[in-house]
């Protein structure tokens, strides 16, 4: 069975609530009757609300950038599974390597949030990726596979079905440096092995690998239109309306 794509944009700190709003009302009407792909938007977390409002009714999903694992508690600064859900929020970016980088986020805790996520029904892209260093050592399998075993410590294969991956390698994130849609299948090809080896054959099948780290209009078809490839992980190109929709539209 086909797997449908996700094109998701990764707004990360852009867009104050009017901005995030204007978006929506000029985005909705470019992809209205567009079903071929999933659609999401992860705007920062104040402009939560105003996007799941401003996206209700449409075929655009939204979700968090980051969720704490816990339900509630005094963790300064953190938002919750309970408060993602209660905005309307569907869907949360686990693990991206601005949060491994800066944040100091562990496969320990990508595999708690992970676990959080799936308890409360929220679909989970969980951001995988090597550096630079570790492609140009020849550990690219290497740094995958860990993450991945790390991630998904204690997920079951009942458990599973929504997860979905994204491949982002950090020397393509922000950068202008896209893999080639070559480097991109051989390592989509490594995380579904892997995925199969921890979660059997089916559910590797099934799930979901994105592609993240410069996508633009430009190169979205060359590697959205490999087989491995089942969707777009977007920064800095989904901040505008038109770019955006002409990724939706690869
Ligand atoms: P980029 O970001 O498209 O700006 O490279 C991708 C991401 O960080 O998810």
């Avoid at 869907?91 to 562990?106: C, D, K, M, N, V």
């Avoid at 458990?159 to 440096?177: D, H, L, R």
Wanted: proline content about 3%; hydrophobic content about 45%.
């Amino acid at each position: 069975m086909a797997r449908k794509a996700l094109i998701a944009a990764n707004w990360k700190m852009y867009k104050t609530p009017d901005e995030a709003r204007a978006f929506v009302e000029t985005f909705l009407p470019l992809v209205v009757s567009h079903s071929r792909d999933e659609i999401a938007l992860f705007p920062s977390v104040t402009s939560l609300a105003t996007v799941v409002k401003a996206a209700a009714g449409s075929n655009v999903h939204v979700g968090l950038q980051n969720m704490h694992f816990e339900n509630e508690g005094a963790y300064t600064g953190e938002t919750s599974p309970i408060m993602l859900k209660a905005v309307g929020a569907t869907h949360t970016l686990i693990g991206h390597s601005e949060r491994r980088q800066y944040f100091a986020e562990t496969d320990a805790i990508v595999n708690k949030k992970l676990h959080a996520a799936l308890k409360h029904g929220i679909i989970p892209v969980v951001c995988i990726g090597e550096l630079l260093a570790e492609r140009e050592a020849g550990d690219t399998a290497a740094v995958l596979k860990t993450q991945l075993t790390g991630g998904l410590d204690g997920i079951t294969a009942e458990m599973a079905a929504s997860i979905v991956i994204a491949y982002e390698p950090v020397w393509a994130i922000g950068t202008g440096k896209t893999a080639t849609p070559e480097m991109a299948v051989e390592a989509h090809s490594i995380v579904r092995a892997e995925v199969a080896r921890l979660l059997g054959s089916d559910i590797a099948a099934a799930m979901r690998i994105l592609y993240g780290g410069s996508v633009k209009p430009e190169n979205a078809s060359s590697l959205l239109n490999e087989e491995e490839i089942d969707g777009a992980l977007v920064g800095g190109a989904s901040l505008k309306s038109d770019s955006f929709s002409a990724i939706v539209h690869y």
